[in-house]
Antibody, heavy 119, light 110 residues
Framework: QVQLVESGGGVVQPGGSLRLSCAASGFTFSDYGMHWVRQAPGKGLEWVAFIRYDGTNKYYADSVKGRFTISRDNSKNTLYLQMNTLRPEDTAVYYC????????????WGRGTRVTVSS | QSALTQPPSASGSPGQSVTISCTGTSSDVGGYNFVSWYQQHPGKAPKLLIYEVSNRPSGVPDRFSGSKSGNTASLTVSGLQAEDEADYHCSSYAGSKYLVFGGGTKLTVL
């Protein structure tokens, strides 16, 4: 069965950095686009970033453009999110999720990893 | 790109039907048939219920159905059951390689 397992979350000070990882299994990782979506405490979902199945194109929400970088290693079935210059408003649970195409729909979601930006 | 508009709450009694709306613009919901709906129980990951406006993935009961009219998409849950109590989120492709979500609707089964 499809499994997406996020890791790398934690508490970081404003201006700091974190790198999230998402280990994928149960499907052909290199055939799927991948998203990061976040959910702030008590709030709705917010799309963060998307990377094509082959890693050739990457897209970002305006709120993270220039600060976050999405990447993938298809040989390791792993998705990454490098988060720099973190702000308190980046505090959220971060989910990775797969997409059978390019912004077709989000099919499966991981259980999320919590990021807290606070001094 | 602004978030889609969902009612914060909805409710119904077991066996009844409930419809949750998701209102966007001609740049997202009205412009593309890439509307999806997700169910999220407390502390859990979201689960895909509906994709491309009205398609159900295998394993999703046919009590869940989706539709769209103009800039508003809708999710209908028929024959409400206790386990349907959850948060429901809509999303739409918004062009220029951007995805938008609604604020979520908390469904209560009375």
């Amino acid at each position: 069965q499809v499994q997406l397992v996020e890791s790398g979350g934690g508490v970081v000070q404003p201006g700091g950095s974190l790198r999230l990882s998402c280990a994928a299994s149960g499907f052909t990782f290199s055939d799927y686009g991948m998203h990061w979506v976040r959910q702030a405490p008590g709030k709705g979902l917010e799309w963060v970033a998307f990377i094509r199945y082959d890693g050739t194109n990457k897209y970002y929400a305006d709120s993270v453009k220039g600060r976050f970088t999405i990447s993938r290693d298809n040989s390791k079935n792993t998705l990454y999110l490098q988060m720099n210059t973190l702000r308190p408003e980046d505090t959220a649970v971060y989910y990775c999720a797969n997409d059978p195409g390019i912004f077709l729909y989000i099919d499966y979601w991981g259980r999320g990893t919590r990021v807290t930006v606070s001094s | 790109q602004s978030a889609l508009t969902q009612p914060p709450s909805a409710s119904g009694s077991p066996g009844q039907s409930v419809t949750i709306s998701c209102t966007g613009t001609s740049s997202d919901v009205g412009g593309y048939n890439f509307v999806s709906w997700y169910q999220q129980h407390p502390g859990k990951a979201p689960k895909l219920l509906i994709y491309e406006v009205s398609n159900r993935p295998s394993g999703v009961p046919d009590r869940f159905s989706g539709s769209k009219s103009g800039n508003t998409a809708s999710l209908t849950v028929s024959g409400l059951q206790a386990e349907d109590e959850a948060d429901y989120h809509c999303s739409s492709y918004a062009g220029s390689k951007y995805l938008v979500f609604g604020g979520g609707t908390k469904l209560t089964v009375l």
